[in-house]
């Protein structure tokens, strides 16, 4: 009997889960939060997140918003670099937006 209500509690678990409102929130740059002393925090369990910023309850997850395109002109740069080619030390910046929890 015990782990047939357990069963049961599982099972109905993902069903409540999925019933709530999920809400919107618009994204943030990293610099901008850390800019009004959001602290960085580890997330490692969760996909595709390279850190995390907290304050006051607050916790946004940083992901890396970058395009195919930058990240193929600071390989040429770096690479260019690497060969002892002297490039313009100029690259684009890494963008990463951070999304409320």
Known sequence: MKNTLLTLLFMTIPVVASSFETGTSAFRWSSDLAA???????????????????????????????????QAKRKLVLLAELAGENPEPMLPNIPVTCILT
């Open 36 to 70: 009004e002393e959001f602290a960085p925090i580890a997330m490692s369990g969760v996909p595709n997140s390279i850190y995390g910023m907290a304050r006051d309850g607050a916790i946004y997850l940083c992901v890396v918003a970058d395009s195919s395109e930058n």
